[in-house]
């Protein structure tokens, strides 16, 4: 069996965080010992689980939607508030987040006849106002969880389904490459979920590869921050410059690859390189060509895999999907360009 690397993935990076705490925004210490005192909590259930699924290959479910409600304690599957058919809740978040899901769990299914996270119908769980004004969103390896935000620098995080997208899709990564979150690898795993959470944010407001705005988190911005988003995949390094967050440290060429150890070796700042890969070959050949593309590679990746190995694989798809007729016959040099303009 496959040894399915999890994360603890969480849309807002920590660097934003630090700058939040510097910029003497209080949520930015609850937010993080939150998080480190669920993740000791959840050690014991994940080792449990991971133990008991080595046994047997699980069968396939209807990848069913499972709405909980935190009330505001840092307590996942509290209270059972919507299930997959059931008649909507008085809380539009609740709603939100089931429709997220849904169109979610309809893209990859209708778009690749992929089935939930794992390909095996997997339920949805999803779990909404966890903590109390917790400014994030995470998958950390079999659910997802949702913050409501402090209302002023962000918004609640299950409104946007490019969050939900981006989250779910850390799901997909781990039960197909199953990439490790560290370094290059890790950057890659960011990448698709930003990639995901784009396309399937494109695809709801029909748009085009033209026409979309390539940012992640923008409707998740409060008030306060009204026209910045987290990333940028048009212009990596871009998407925020404000007192609150710093400025947005993605570079979009590997002269400006990010070094350092922070973040896992700069998991959510070195994916802009990627990134900007995807919206050049998109703009070139189309978004839902270059999903299809990206997903097929991501089928044949490693958990190690690093950029460039990550290029020959996907210009190896490229020529395998311009042959069967599934991309234009330009794919391949469009995304070798691609890969060129950003120095890979
Ligand atoms: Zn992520």
Known sequence: MKNHHRCNCHIIPPFILDELKKAGVDITAQTKSISRDFRLRRADQLAFRSSEASLVTPPVKNADRFVYDSKTTQNQRLLLVRKEGGAASADQVVNQVYENAGAVRSYYKNTFNYLSVDNHGADLILNVHFGKAYANAFWDGDEMTFGDGDGQIFTNLASALDVTGHELTHGVVQYTAGLTYQGQPGALNEHYADVFGSVIKQVAKHQTAATAD???????????????????????????????????????????????????????????????????????????????????????????????????????????????????????????????????
């Open 214 to 344: 390539w940012l992640i988190g923008d409707e998740i911005m409060g008030p306060t921050l009204t026209g910045q988003a987290l990333r940028s995949m048009k212009a990596p390094g871009t998407a925020y410059n404000n007192q609150f967050m710093g400025k947005d440290p993605q570079p979009a060429h590997m002269d400006n690859i990010y070094k350092g150890s922070a973040d896992n070796g700069g998991v959510h700042i070195n994916s802009g390189i990627p990134n900007k890969v995807f919206y050049l070959v998109a703009t070139a050949i189309e978004t839902d060509k270059a999903a299809l593309l990206w997903f097929e590679t991501l089928k044949t990746l490693k958990p190690t895999t690093n950029f460039k190995s990550f290029k020959t694989a996907l210009l190896k798809q490229a020529k395998k999907l311009a042959t069967a007729g599934k991309v234009p016959a330009t794919t391949e040099s469009v995304a070798k360009q691609s890969f060129q303009d950003v120095g890979l």
